[in-house]
């Protein structure tokens, strides 16, 4: 038994020095590799490894989110789904998956209807990630920029009158997808959501243990976290209630 | 007394007489105080030729062997049986502390020599009241209606007190007693909450043994058994059990001495007697269960069959999974056998044969999966996979049994000459929900919180393209303005340059020098459209000037006026002997023209951007 442990610590030993010196795009090669063999608690150890070293791109939360689920630790796959998912939030896989996800956790919540318009503009919004709406600014900003030259320079009032037309809803376009990039980066610097990792956490009237009990949240459930206060934070869920929550009984996506 | 050991003694004949031939078994209580006197048995079931009993060293011999014998005839349904038992009995005493043996006697029978069972007996120091010769003597110094809670009490004992989920833990109820029995009332049975139990048979009768307890010799019968099998992670605490037990004791009233001589002067007593309650600590089977596991733990085997390999459409076919081994076999699901699709699953048949034995349950359970395939052609069943909880490798255990191909024909009587078509179309069937699978192609990974957006190279970007912007703009509206300056010169000077060339022309025409008179000419006017219509001379040519004088809003007379002119000229150069008159009205013709020109080409000049 004892010589099981020693041999199991100096392999996990062995691992974790060959993890540190590798390559993350090789670790992620060797993790998809026992995702697909099965060995999903491998396959974690190498994802979380690239993610430790500060990297980061949807694929890899996506498949780290899939490597919890199949180890049933929901909260932590949904985690990563909802990180994915704010990373590229028009990838209908990671969409699928994070709502596969949700079904297996404890609580259901009314979620409060928004207005129609908000919700376009995010549903419009989530077409393309942080950088690709970036680029699309950049290019229809180049564009006004040389139509604004064919609009000064052109001797035909009919190119003139086409280029200024265009120009103006180009600079349109450069405007709303230059502003949905930043609100898109703010969404993931921010961290303003986070999801329940306690299984049973109860929501206080106040950021302390005295506080009356408001509500009951289990793992996995979504929160958008308003402000902290020591260990505490205040939380609001979908149905528009707000609580205290302790710190740790949660993580931010 | 007397009359007990009598009676004993009968029974226990009656109970050996039904013995096989040519048997011997020795016969001594297991545990005996110091100084007590017991018997020592040997039973045979025939008559021996000879019997050597084995040195008894250890303890006095008091009396003994005396032989007796017993026959009984047996008649059922006129069928006689009939059973001898020879006996030969020792009284012994135990002199001396500790744990002895007496050795197997041997005995010869019919020429076959028969050996018996050695024995062991302890002896212990005993309690307070040696030199008695029975234990239960004790009972004659005790008050019957204050009798010590030692001397009669109950237990409830399992044989382990921790256990996996699933684990069989034996438990056992048990009476000690150091005083005569007369019954039991009102027994109350534990409740084993958080297990599942199931009751070892056992005999009838309580047979008491004896056995020694810190010193003291007590009776203790097995009131029953149980398996337990821990249904869940805790500390299981298992009731007491609580019995009322009627006793025989001496009682309290005086008695004459008669009474006491006949083994009389007792009386029944009743006292409730309560287990001490019991945990068992239940361990939770390890995380790491397969998906296949369903709950088995012990040691088992599978074996999965079809009951046939080639069938037709809408014909049945079951496929029989026995799972068999010991373990919590009552306890385990049915695992799940994975049809191919296109086969009609019925609910699953299930039967056990199930066995419970002394420490364990063990026997077979019997899974018929019935299906029905609905389409012809080669399918396989997939292996069962079946997954137990290894008790003592303390690790999970995965069982797969073979595949099981299975050829479907079509159904000649259905199908033959009837064509469907699109009657019994199927909705895709959903059978199982999983996320989907992992992203294999990678993009580039990228630090955290690092986004185009706000990167210095992307507003680097920015600025180089408002600067190109800004540049280009520069230089292109400088030559621009340099451009419309060179033409606004060259337009203004048009008509004098003109002017200028036709005043030679017209010195030209008094010297009538006419080559240079048309060449003049030829110059004024071609100089005079360059110019006004600010096309290099170079790539003048008269199509070109037709297009741009009509572009011009200039006069489609005027132009057919400019090409003649153009052509009379350069048809003169080749030809220049020409009448004055001719050079003259020329002459005119081009002054007219230049003038109708630059009214026009004047005033088209404000249209200009």
Redesign the interface.
């Known amino acids: 038994m004892t010589k099981r442990i020693f041999i199991t610590f100096t392999l996990i030993g062995a691992t974790l020095g060959s993890l540190l010196a590798q390559k ?2 090789m670790l ?1 090669e060797k993790a ?1 590799k026992l ?2 063999e099965g060995k999903y608690q491998d396959a974690i150890s190498n994802y979380e490894a ?1 993610v430790g070293q ?7 939360y ?2 780290l989110g ?2 919890y ?2 180890i049933k630790n929901i909260p932590a796959a949904i985690l990563n789904f909802e990180r994915a998912h704010l990373l590229n939030p028009d990838d209908e ?1 990671i969409q ?2 994070l709502d ?2 949700r079904t297996y956790t404890v609580d259901k919540i009314e979620v409060l209807p928004e207005f129609f318009l908000v919700s376009f503009v995010k549903g419009f919004r989530n077409w393309f990630s ?2 690709s ?3 699309i ?2 290019i229809s ?2 564009l006004v ?2 139509l ?2 064919f609009f ?2 052109s ?1 035909s009032f009919e190119i003139r009158r086409y280029a200024f037309g265009v120009a103006v809803f180009l600079s349109m376009i450069f405007v709303v997808s ?1 502003v949905f ?2 609100n898109q ?1 703010n969404q ?2 921010k961290r303003n959501s986070a999801i329940v990792f306690a299984p049973v956490v109860s929501a206080k009237s106040s950021p302390d243990e005295s506080g009356k009990d408001l509500f009951i949240l289990h793992a996995g459930t979504k929160v958008e976290l308003i402000r902290p206060v020591g260990e505490w934070c205040e939380v609001k869920i979908a149905d528009g209630n707000k609580g205290w929550i302790p710190k740790t009984s949660f993580q931010k996506i | 007394m007397i009359r007990k050991l009598l009676i004993i003694a009968l029974v226990f004949i009656s109970s050996v007489a039904v013995a096989q031939n040519a048997a011997i078994e020795a016969y001594a209580p297991n545990v005996v105080e110091l100084g007590e006197q017991f018997r020592l048995t040997y039973t045979l079931t025939a008559r021996p030729t000879s019997f050597n009993p084995p040195a008894i060293a250890d303890f006095d011999v008091i009396a003994g062997p005396s032989t007796s014998s017993s026959t009984s005839i047996e008649m059922i349904n006129g069928k006689v049986t009939q059973t001898q038992s020879y006996t030969y009995t020792y009284i012994l005493e135990a002199t001396k502390e500790g744990k002895f043996t007496i050795d197997a006697a041997e005995a010869t029978i019919n020429d076959d020599k028969i050996k018996s069972n050695s024995l062991s007996i302890e002896v212990v120091k005993g309690s307070t009241n040696t030199r008695q010769n029975n234990p239960q003597s004790t009972k004659q110094q005790i008050n019957g209606a204050e009798l010590p809670n030692d001397e009669l009490f109950v237990t409830v004992e399992t044989n382990k007190k921790t256990a996996y989920v699933g684990e069989p833990i034996e438990a056992t109820i048990k009476i000690y007693t150091r005083v005569g029995i007369a019954g039991f009332e009102e027994a109350k049975f534990p409740t084993f909450d958080g297990f599942w139990s199931q009751e070892i048979a056992t005999e009838q009768n309580i047979s008491f043994q004896r056995t020694n307890i810190n010193g003291k010799i007590y009776n203790v019968g097995v009131i029953r058994k149980y398996l337990l099998f821990p249904q869940q992670k805790d500390k299981l605490e298992i009731p007491p059990f609580e019995l009322v037990v009627v006793y025989q004791a001496r009682t309290s009233r005086s008695q004459s001495i008669f009474d006491e001589f006949f083994g009389g002067g007792f009386e029944n007593y009743r006292k409730r007697l309560v287990s001490k309650p019991l945990a068992v600590n239940v361990k939770q089977l390890p995380n790491n269960a397969p998906e296949s596991f369903i709950g088995a733990v012990g040691a088992y085997k599978i074996d999965a069959s079809t009951d046939k390999t080639k069938l037709k459409t809408n014909e049945a076919v079951t496929v029989k999974l026995k799972i068999s081994g010991t373990g919590n076999l009552k306890l385990i699901g049915t695992p799940k056998v994975e049809f191919p699709a296109g086969f009609e699953l019925f609910d699953p048949k299930v039967s056990d044969n199930i066995n419970t034995t002394a420490n364990n349950i063990s026997g077979a359970k019997t899974i018929e999966y019935i299906a029905i395939p609905r389409s012809a052609g080669t399918f396989e069943i997939p292996p069962v996979e079946f997954t137990y909880f290894d008790l003592k490798k303390e690790s999970y255990v995965t069982l797969r049994s073979k595949a099981m191909p299975i050829e479907v024909l079509a159904d000649s009587t259905v199908a033959s000459g009837v064509m469907i078509t699109g009657y019994n179309k199927e909705d895709v069937k959903f059978i199982g929900k999983d996320i989907r699978f992992i992203k294999t192609s990678h993009s580039k990974l990228r630090p955290i919180n690092s986004f185009v957006v706000t990167s210095g190279v992307y507003v680097f970007i920015y600025i180089i393209l408002i600067i190109a912007f800004l540049a280009f703009w520069y230089l292109y509206s400088k030559h621009r303005e340099q451009m419309t300056d060179l033409s606004i010169v060259r337009t203004r000077k048009a008509n004098k340059t003109a002017q200028k060339r036709l005043k030679e022309a017209s010195i030209m025409l008094n010297q009538d020098n006419a080559e240079k008179f048309y060449e003049e000419i030829h110059k004024a006017l071609w100089g005079y459209t360059a110019d006004k219509l600010s096309i290099p001379i170079s790539s003048l040519n008269s199509d070109r000037v037709k297009d741009e004088l009509a572009s011009r809003g200039v006069d489609g007379i005027d132009i057919q006026e400019f090409i003649r002119i153009i052509d009379e000229c350069e048809f003169a150069r080749f030809a220049p002997n020409r009448e004055h008159s001719q050079m003259d009205a020329l002459y005119e013709a081009t002054y007219t023209l230049i003038s109708k020109l630059e009214q026009t080409l004047g005033k088209a000049k404000s249209n200009l951007w």
């Open positions: 993350p795009q992620i998809d995702y697909t690239v500060g990297l980061q791109n949807a694929e890899l996506y498949n899939n490597a689920f199949k896989d699928f998956n596969l996800a942080s950088n709406w970036a680029y600014a950049l900003f180049a920029l040389s604004a030259l000064w320079f001797r230059l990039s930043i980066k993931v610097v």
